[in-house]
T-cell receptor, first 113, second 109 residues
Framework: GESVGLHLPTLSVQEGDNSIINCAYSNSASDYFIWYKQESGKGPQFIIDIRSNMDKRQGQRVTVLLNKTVKHLSLQIAATQPGDSAVYFCAENSGGSNYKLTFGKGTLLTVNP | SQTIHQWPATLVQPVGSPLSLECTVEGTSNPNLYWYRQAAGRGLQLLFYSVGIGQISSEVPQNLSASRPQDRQFILSSKKLLLSDSGFYLC????????FGPGTRLLVL
């Protein structure tokens, strides 16, 4: 079964606002986490990742925060744009070097112009 | 650079017919390869992974099988499709992280 879940299945924001997508995971042994963006009919696209020895990582307009105490992961998107509209998935690796990922159900982000 | 291909992009098959989906990776050697299935509006479920030619690990009991006849080729098969096999099938390879192909949409009628 799935061990990674999301607090909000849908999120609607205005263009230019910041977005925060949350994810809870249950396997405390997971050592690597990834956020993916999936547009309709396409394969998931890598956004950003973080290892369990870190609590924050920043990319271009995106930041991932990891709170191992409460097993919580979040993705922050700054200045959200219409092109950011998609389903966002978090994934955790509890399979060691084989990278067998467990995915959450996803959050649909809609950006209103 | 590395690229991953899947075909066909879309497939409509009758119940009871066989299935063969192909995935190939370019620009890397001996990658870990993965097959996932995504039901409509759901997350991805890992079906199989392979760490090398002829090495297949099955993650969930099902009507499907996988094979890896060549280093950069991963095939998903079935002898007789079920209605419940419908879904979006995604192949992935492991580089610095896990990268996905464009997917195959399978509809079993």
């Amino acid at each position: 079964g799935e061990s990674v879940g999301l607090h909000l299945p849908t999120l609607s924001v205005q263009e230019g606002d910041n977005s925060i997508i949350n994810c809870a995971y249950s396997n405390s042994a997971s050592d690597y986490f990834i956020w993916y963006k999936q547009e309709s009919g396409k394969g998931p696209q890598f956004i950003i990742d973080i290892r369990s020895n870190m609590d924050k990582r920043q990319g271009q307009r995106v930041t991932v925060l990891l709170n191992k105490t409460v097993k919580h992961l979040s993705l922050q998107i700054a200045a959200t744009q219409p092109g950011d509209s998609a389903v966002y998935f978090c994934a955790e690796n509890s399979g060691g070097s084989n990278y067998k990922l467990t995915f959450g159900k996803g959050t649909l982000l809609t950006v209103n112009p | 650079s590395q690229t991953i291909h899947q075909w066909p992009a879309t497939l409509v098959q009758p119940v009871g017919s066989p299935l063969s989906l192909e995935c190939t990776v370019e620009g890397t050697s001996n990658p870990n390869l993965y097959w996932y299935r995504q039901a409509a509006g759901r997350g991805l479920q890992l079906l199989f992974y392979s760490v090398g030619i002829g090495q297949i690990s099955s993650e969930v009991p099902q009507n499907l099988s996988a094979s890896r006849p060549q280093d950069r080729q991963f095939i998903l098969s079935s002898k007789k499709l079920l209605l419940s096999d419908s879904g979006f099938y995604l192949c992935a390879w492991r580089g610095e992280t896990q990268y996905f192909g464009p997917g195959t949409r399978l509809l079993v009628l």
